[in-house]
């Protein structure tokens, strides 16, 4: 049981670079979303799914752009990336709106130099 | 918007001392997650808590929540070695709906054990 994948787990990118994180689970789940986490400052949600078909904004949307292909995958894409997305990127998923657990990848460490 | 504060950033301890983190949201929640991180991993669902005044018990870790669903805190007895990690707090607004999008996370707080 696989849970949440995500690729790839590290990624060196110049600046003006672009790149897609791809995220896959094996749940069954409806929702799915990203989160990037830097220090001191938690875990701040990028973009999620509800379900499939839908992609909304979250806290920190600006510079990704945010694909749900069918209801196992949800990938993420920086079209140009700057210095500020360095980061650590976590794809995770849930039943569905009402669900109460939320089910991490295992991240991925993303350097933009 | 909604803040959840956690407190403190860091904490040291030596192996057997006790551990206590704190999370206080800025609006009255309607539950609260909290989840571990160990190092270099990835955030781990660990509770949910829902009622007011809820305690609830895992092992050696108490979680409590508050009488006006403003606050919460995770207690470890005895910490161990495994228990290291940071544990994030993570509140869900009266009406917000049931996804993760509806979750304000806490900055978390670094557990350090000293052997």
């Known amino acids: 049981n696989a849970g949440v994948t995500q690729t790839p787990k590290f990624q060196v990118l110049k600046t003006g670079q672009s790149m897609t994180l791809q995220c896959a689970q094996d749940m069954n789940h409806n929702s799915m979303y990203w989160y990037r986490q830097d220090p001191g400052m938690g875990l701040r949600l990028i973009y999620y799914s509800a379900s499939e078909g839908t992609t909304d904004k979250g806290e920190v949307p600006n510079g990704y752009n945010v694909s749900r292909l069918n209801k196992r995958e949800f990938s993420l894409r920086l079209e140009s990336a700057a210095p500020s997305q360095t980061s650590v990127y976590f794809c995770a998923s849930s039943e569905g709106r009402a669900a109460n657990t939320i089910y991490f990848g295992e991240g991925s460490w993303l350097t933009v130099v | 918007g909604q803040q959840v504060m956690q407190i403190p950033q860091y904490q040291h301890v030596q192996e057997g001392e006790d551990f206590t983190t704190y999370c206080n949201s800025s609006t009255t929640l309607s539950n609260i997650q909290w989840y571990k991180q160990r190092p270099g991993g990835h955030p781990v669902f660990l509770i949910q808590?829902?009622?007011?005044?809820e305690v609830k018990k895992q092992k050696r870790l108490t979680f409590q929540f508050g009488e006006a669903k403003k606050n919460s805190s995770l207690h470890i007895t005895a910490t161990q070695t495994t228990d290291v990690g940071t544990y994030f707090c993570a509140g869900r607004e009266i009406g917000s709906g049931g996804g993760a999008d509806g979750l304000t996370f806490g900055k978390g707080t670094h557990l350090i054990i000293q052997p």
């Open positions: 808590l829902v009622k007011s005044g």
